[in-house]
């Protein structure tokens, strides 16, 4: 009899109609042999293997370079669900009008049937899900970014509890382009697109929309979030869990390499994206990384900004819509202070440093395997997870957010991430400096109405007799001129240290109107190019711009209506009474 997996593949494929179908094993041997495939025809473009070994080169459709947001959709029963966070389509029209563009998708190709798990294979917070697809370009990222083939296999065997997805390339289309979750029926379908963020089904589509989904049932949390372990000189080691939006260093914090003057300090990563949180019998919070590589930006990537990053990626990696230099090298803005005098651009077209357009698309990327980052920690698979004693919310903010400061407690810090604010760059828009919030870095990818999932997360703090602290964090605090007033990079080792140093009870803090913010003393700036003064800057509290923050709070909390927990709208009370009471007083 066939198991719950067979009978679903059969039906995608008497629906998709692949002119034949191979499942794959996960084997070294098979990603050989389906790179070597790409290669000859076209799909992907080998570089000097002696300087890049294992690496090449995929240019994507230039209509199919990003993550859709507006044509991706949480497909529930009732549309307060899904929230006013998401894009909305009744599950029977999406499978009606979704379900047509399939029809046939795969007639004159391959359909790959990717098994998968998400997480340590011997973790019992691991998760088995199935991607089909059309594209080998998938099937060896996958393979990178997932633990892909017998070993998901093995764990899955007859049971039917796997996350099902369904993804074909269409005919790559933009005006048939659609990316759903049924979290309901824990089901993805993705089709005309192959580009990761809407291809790669296990990373936002399942790591966080649909497990998200799951963990609001289940007691847990699954967050787009960094893992860290910090490394003291005396052997101590604390994990802190962070969540930064775009451009806001959360890479760079995750792979930190310690600056000279913080000597006997190590940063080991666990994971740079995605965290799956689990209480353990004793109430303790522990987080899984539950992919097995890195799907990160290229513009900007540099031996100075993450040099762990860089030599992850010389080799085994997959580059897409990078350059390529004619010795065979890749190339991206921000690699060097010195473009080549000429190269491919992403399009294949020739770009020399006079032309008009980019060399590298800005979305540009690279698919590694994180076994090969110099900084991944001994425990990055311990099937547990690690202790998670901090959390950390950042943005990028030129002015009021001080450099850090600690919740109250974990109602406060939930608030704190509920009303998270990051400026947006040039990269992302043509206005510079616009405020968006965005909730615990997961506005696009919370799987579910956000006045549902706040109210998870005050619940879960009630379940942890220890909770972790939470502070927010932002690195990007500039002076009258547009300058920084904080170095960052390495030296956010600094903050990191008050950070621990609160955690385990050895460091004093500042009561203020906002939260716990560190005493100028306590900050080290032996070694570094910042002043008292300017660390007092970094750390005031401006009472007034906070007054008016605020208000632009409470309007953007407005909109989850009755689902937003009423301990939400008591904390930005009382934010307002504690600065007017401050302010009167001052």
Known sequence: MATPLEQWVDQVASQTQPKNIVWCDGSDEEYERLVREMVDDGTLIELNQQLFPG????????????????????????KEDAGPNNNWMP???????VGALFRGAMRGRTMYVLPYLMGPPSSPYARVG?????????????????????????????SDDFVKGQH??????????????????RDIWSIGSGYGGNALLG???????IASYMARFEGWLAEHMLIVGVEEPNGRVTYLTGAFPSACGKTNLAMLVPPPSQKGYRVWTVGEDIAWMHLDEVGQLRAINPEA????????????TNPNIMKTIQRNTLFTNVALRPDGTPYWEGLDENPPAECLDWQGRPWTPQSETKAAHPNSRFTAPARQCPSMSPYWEAPEGVPISAILFGGRRASLIPLVFEAFNWQHGVFLGAVLSSETTAAQSGAVGVVRRDPMAM?????????????????????????????????????EHGNFLWPGFGENLRVLRWVLARVHGEAEAEETPIGYVPRVKDIDLDGINVTRDTLRKLLAVDRLGWLENAGAQ????????DRLPRELWEENEKLIRRLQSSVTVG
Not at 91 to 97: D, I, L, N, R
């Open 554 to 561: 409470a309007e953007f909390l407005k909109q989850f209506g």
């Open 168 to 185: 074909s390339l269409g005919d790559l289309n933009p005006e048939r382009r659609f990316i759903l979750h049924f979290p309901e029926e």
């Open 293 to 304: 590589g890195f799907f990160g930006v290229a513009p900007g990537t540099n031996w100075k």
């Open 130 to 158: 199935v991607e089909v697809t059309d594209s080998p370009y998938v099937a060896v990222s996958m393979r990178i970014m997932t633990r892909m083939g017998k070993v998901a296999l093995e764990r899955l065997g007859s």
């Open 203 to 209: 990373k936002k589509c399942f790591a966080l929309r």
């Open 55 to 78: 690496c090449y080169l995929h240019r994507s459709h230039p209509s199919d370079v990003a993550r859709t947001e507006h044509l991706t959709f949480v497909c529930t029963e009732k």
């Open 91 to 97: 599950p029977k029209e999406a499978k009606e009008k």
């Open 443 to 479: 506005l696009p990818f919370c799987g579910y109405n956000m006045g549902d999932y706040f109210a998870h997360w005050l619940q879960m703090g009630q379940r942890m007799p220890q909770p972790p602290r939470i502070f927010r964090v932002n690195w990007f605090r500039r002076d």
